[in-house]
């Protein structure tokens, strides 16, 4: 048995990383009303620079693809000089920063779109739920179908999201697909019920993904490209009428290019059923090529054992990252770790962001 553990270096494409402990993608609201991070991001990323590889808040591409207050973006020049401080922390304390690439589709409202307009869905299905606005909690909407024609606009958004992120500093991007928003939306048939080349069967519905992460390959070495699939994830009421059969189909798609990894969270198992019929989403780690991240509840041991047992390469921690700046040498040590205050998670300032204290 290889003797890997989270303190594994591992070589992920051009880039060395020091340790297999990845900070999860977390949405913390705390950017400017313009999308822009500003000083206090850089300190929050700065002081998690130990971990193997930080993936960044969910960040949006483009002025269409924000669904939440005060989320980051990549589409502008003021964007990219505040991520440019944000990168330039993490790597003089010798981290690895990636982007990862959000458009949250029907995951939004007027209230948060340019001149109030519909947000975009690949079908007029609105989800159950709340939007989150600046006023608070309002229903989402029935989303706008995109036009087919629409949609080399969406994929262009992406390159030069992923372009600018390059310009930033970032070492690579993640493409989300994951989590109810828009290429998850295309991907599952809960969301998907276009009658064009991008729904029915699920090549179809991979297809926007697809050709996302080519457009994307063509601004960045493949090797610094990731993606983050949720087949088991009912948030955002998501589902698909066979998750196992379409999972297995975008893996063997996406096996055709040389990803620097692929990002499945399990997020969803502990509600099994919830997005269609049940299965392991660790399945889907057989049937693929190449380096595998895994994702969501992962303690030191478990993360471990995953590692040595060849379940995992990359384990992705959240919450304890949020309340652990020093996750990695705190598990190194043994050490306790602080609890996290759930109330901080979402918007404030420095409480609950930067101020959960290092080990003494
Ligand atoms: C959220 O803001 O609630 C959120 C963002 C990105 C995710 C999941 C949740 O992938």
């Given amino acids: 048995m290889p003797d890997i553990d989270l303190f594994s270096p591992l070589q992920l494409g051009p880039n060395l990383l020091q340790n297999r402990m990845v900070m999860a993608p977390l949405t913390r609201n705390r950017s400017t009303p313009e999308g822009v991070p500003h000083a206090l991001n850089v300190e929050y990323y ?27 973006g990549i589409w502008n020049p003021d964007q990219v000089i505040g991520w440019k401080a944000v990168t330039a922390a993490v790597h003089a304390a010798g981290g690895k920063i990636f982007c990862q690439l959000w458009h949250v589709g029907r995951i939004s409202h007027p209230d948060l779109q340019p001149n109030g307009q519909l947000p975009v869905a690949p079908s007029a299905i609105k989800p159950a739920g709340d939007a989150i606005t600046l006023q608070g909690p309002k229903p989402f909407v029935t989303p706008r179908a995109l036009e087919i024609e629409e949609l080399q606009g969406i994929i262009a958004a992406y390159q030069n999201a992923a372009k600018n992120a390059l310009e930033a500093g970032f070492d690579g991007v993640e493409v989300h697909a994951a989590n109810g928003y828009l290429l998850d939306e295309f991907l599952r048939d809960g969301s998907n019920q276009r009658q064009d080349s991008y729904g029915g069967s699920i090549d179809n519905r991979a297809r926007l993904l697809l050709e996302v992460i080519t457009a994307v390959s063509e601004v960045c070495d493949i090797q610094q490209v990731g993606v983050r699939l949720s087949p088991v994830q009912p948030f955002n009421d998501m589902r698909d009428s066979d998750p196992k059969t379409t999972f297995t189909r975008v893996i063997e798609l996406l096996n055709a290019f040389d990803l620097a990894y692929l990002h499945i969270t399990e997020m969803g198992s502990d509600a099994p059923g919830a997005a269609g019929p049940f299965f392991s989403p660790l399945e889907l780690r057989a049937l693929w090529k190449g380096i595998y991240m895994t994702n969501a509840g992962y303690s030191k041991a478990k993360a471990n054992s995953a590692l040595q047992n060849g379940e995992a390469d990359l384990v992705a921690f959240g919450v304890p990252f949020i309340a652990n700046p020093d996750l990695p040498a705190r598990y190194r040590n043994n050490a306790p770790l602080n609890p996290p205050d759930p109330s901080t998670f979402y918007g404030g300032a420095e409480k609950g962001y930067t101020d959960y204290p290092f080990m003494s």
Avoid at 51 to 69: D, F, M, N, Q, R
């Fill in 46 to 72: 700065r002081q998690r620079a130990s971990a193997g590889l930080i993936l960044s808040e969910a960040t949006c591409i483009s002025p269409e693809a924000v669904g939440y207050p005060l989320t980051p």
